[in-house]
């Protein structure tokens, strides 16, 4: 038997979900020049609140996977207007943000009993609440400056462990599974002795209608329009009446959306759900992007496919242990070959 | 919370006798280091429920007439330096006469030559590497290694599945994982059997299909794999996942409810060696799981067995021994010979390494099962 048109398949469903992640790795990029690399957290945050839905609240997978994915888009929003913004425009809606962080904390920090747990919580999520009110009504902030470039990048790396320790706090460090029947897993046999899954099916039909998606909402919808223009010149889009911190939040919660996508698909389809899942996706989407070009769309998709296919073949012809050696060579070459990434341009035009 | 109960019976101890010999007064002082916390707990929790319930039996079957046997209970919290400092702490402040544990073989090689060069008693309940008996003659342990277990599991299945070509599957980065797939790839050496696909993964690949896919094409009558137990649900999901119904032949990661729990339907049919199977129908097994399940609400798993039989060994010898110094105790221990245990008969070997029949088991409606 080839081996040669299961693996195209194998490498066509992941690389389908990896095009998701890193599209919203290249959203965020693309707008706002942020290397976010808490991303790969808020993929994993995807899969556990999928796995909270349909194990805790027992909701259908229908109303579970929507769900996830609006929570990993909120938990972006948060993300920015915790870790992000402040190092941009400081207003008092951001301290209360800050409080409600810490009460958060402290709900982890001591072992409380399930109830007190649960109040700590309801506290933190309300003080969250105003804050986030408190920011978006504010136009008096305590400072305001330009940004050094590095300073997001090493605030995500933060962020990123703390929703990583969060989830371990949360969850415990070991692997959880969505309870049988969550999803039809058997296996169905198309001719040439190809084996699919439906849960396969499911990933690579939500992943390519994601992406038709989000083309469509950049490119037709006044939101889209609003996100393409603050990733052309924020000052510009500012002068011209934009609501930039508005824009800035969709854009985060587009990103969410996707990472928690992601997540909850590729979550589903292992069915191994655990707090570090987000490491490995997270370096395999950076690559992404660097090859496809730094916010270029068209370009993350492509190079999703092609990373995804090197890992698969790397594996399937080589051996497992080269996969990564193979994955960022091409990264390397890219980089010596084409700075600019594959679909980039020099003077890139983002987003 | 292990912890404060740890020291609270360790202050409890040093008030109640802060300079009794060891074999003196009522009690005999026996030592346990576990890993309670840290990423052995896992492990460690059950070994310390079934040490607990063991030494709770014993001294209630008045087996020592007047006397019972005290258990100092230490956290090596999984690392090394933990179980250095448990072993001093139990040799010098508590005088222990022996010593259960620790429970990885890594703090043991650290910690076992203090216990060697004090002249007191180790059982190791779960260490399955090299290494550790040679530490001394202070040194035992209880456990089947790896060696012993798996060229069974080789033997027994082959003659009831009859292959002949295999793929075989392990973890690459990991110690363990690795000298399990030296040890199968010997037994299926010297059984005859041919390899027809060799294929490697690392700790926290989500993704085996591409392996899985190249070993369906290569159409094996049979596939052994060396992976812990994440990892094993994994395959045996994705394997199933890619329609493939051969055999899965598994080492230790295999032998582990977290399997099942993981896996669900797809771990049906998972073969995998063992030392011990909860199935067993000797008497002490017919008491022991309904005991341990009566007292902490599941079920034991091999490390509770391999703790539970280490403190009845310990207890046989402190009965045969003629006084209770570790001198005698060491000298009971490396003589007992057909001791029934529910590991089964048991025996140690001139190394001081254990003697038993391992057995083979295989999931069937979620349970392990015996394989026949």
């Known amino acids: ?351 | 919370m292990l912890i404060a109960a740890a020291t609270a019976v360790v202050l409890a101890g040093c008030g109640g006798a802060p300079d009794s010999q060891p074999g003196q007064g009522n009690e005999i002082v026996v030592g346990a280091v576990w890993s309670l916390t840290g990423h052995a707990a896992l492990y460690g929790t059950p070994q310390k429920n079934a040490a607990d319930l063991a030494v709770e039996e014993i001294n209630a079957s008045g087996r020592f007439g007047g006397r019972t046997i005290r258990l100092v209970t230490e956290d090596d919290r999984s690392t090394q330096e933990g179980a250095i400092a448990a072993v001093d702490k139990l040799t010098s402040r508590d005088r222990v006469v022996a010593i259960l544990g620790p429970t990885l073989s890594n703090s043991a090689k650290a910690a076992d030559p203090i216990a060697q060069e004090r002249r007191v008693v180790v059982l190791a309940v779960s260490n399955t590497a090299d290494g550790i008996v040679e530490i001394g003659d202070y040194v035992f342990r209880n456990s089947l290694p790896e060696r012993v277990v798996q060229p069974n599991t080789i033997r027994t299945t082959l003659s009831a599945l009859r292959y002949k070509r295999v793929a075989v599957l392990y973890g690459d980065d990991d110690a363990f994982t690795k000298s399990g797939y030296d040890v199968f790839e010997r037994a299926l050496d010297e059984a005859g059997i041919e390899v027809i696909s060799t294929q490697t993964f690392q700790k926290n690949d989500n993704d085996l299909l591409p392996q899985l896919t190249r070993i369906k094409s290569a159409a094996p009558d049979a596939i052994v794999v060396s992976a812990l137990g994440e990892e094993a649900a994994l395959i045996m999901t994705q394997a199933r996942q890619l329609g493939m119904t051969m055999p899965i032949i598994g080492g230790n990661g295999f032998n582990s409810p977290k399997l099942v729990e993981l896996a669900g339907r797809a771990a049906e049919g998972a073969i995998s060696g063992a030392a011990w199977f909860i199935g067993n129908e000797r008497p002490e097994n017919q008491k022991f799981v309904p005991a341990y399940r009566a007292r902490y609400g599941i079920d034991p798993d091999q490390f509770a067995a391999q703790a539970y039989a280490g403190v009845y060994l310990l207890a046989e010898a402190i009965t045969r021994a003629n006084e209770t110094t570790p001198a005698a105790i060491r000298d009971a221990l490396a003589s007992l010979r057909g001791v029934s245990t529910v590991l089964g008969e048991f025996s140690f070997d001139e190394q001081r390494n254990p003697v038993h029949d391992p057995v083979v088991q295989m999931v069937r409606d979620g349970r392990f099962e015996l394989f026949r």
């Open chain 1, 1 to 351: 038997m080839d081996q040669l048109p299961q693996q195209l398949l194998n490498s066509a469903w992941q690389g389908a979900a990896l095009a998701v992640f890193a599209l919203g790795y290249a959203l965020v990029f693309g707008s706002l020049g942020i290397v976010n690399l808490a991303h790969g957290a808020v993929y994993m945050w995807g899969a556990l609140l999928a796995f909270l839905c349909v194990s805790t609240f027992g909701w259908p997978l229908w109303i579970a996977l929507p769900a996830a994915v609006a929570g990993a888009g909120l938990l972006a929003v948060l993300l920015e207007r915790i870790a992000f913004k402040p190092l941009r425009s400081l207003t008092a809606g951001s301290l209360v943000l800050w409080a409600g962080f810490l009460v958060l904390l402290a709900a982890f920090t001591v072992r409380w009993s399930a109830e007190v747990r649960w109040a700590i919580l309801a506290i933190a999520a309300v003080l969250a609440l105003i804050g986030l009110a408190i920011d978006a009504r504010t136009t008096r902030v305590l400072w305001q400056r330009d940004m050094p470039r590095l300073a997001p990048m090493i605030a995500s790396i933060g962020a990123s462990l703390v929703l990583v320790s969060l989830a371990q706090a949360a969850f415990g460090a070991q692997a959880m599974r969505l309870p049988p029947g969550t999803f039809p897993d058997a296996p169905v046999r198309l001719p040439g002795d190809l084996v699919i899954t439906p849960i396969q099916v499911l990933v690579l039909a939500v992943a390519l209608a994601l992406m038709v998606a989000l083309n469509m909402l950049l490119a037709r919808t006044s939101i889209g329009r609003a996100i393409r223009a603050v990733a052309w010149s924020e000052r510009t889009s500012r002068l011209l009446g934009i609501n930039v911190d508005r824009v800035i939040s969709s854009t985060f919660f587009l990103s969410g959306g996707l990472a928690g996508a992601a997540g909850a698909l590729l979550g589903l389809a292992y069915n191994r759900i655990q707090p570090l899942m987000g490491e490995d996706v997270e370096l395999a989407g950076l690559t992404v992007i660097v090859i496809g070009g730094l916010g270029s769309i068209r370009g993350v998709v492509v190079a999703a496919f092609l990373v995804g296919a090197l890992r698969v073949f790397s594996v399937a012809y080589l051996d497992s242990s080269l996969r990564d050696a193979f994955v960022f060579g091409l990264l390397i070459l890219v980089l010596v070959v084409r700075p600019q990434g594959l679909f980039g341009r020099a003077a890139a035009v983002r987003a």
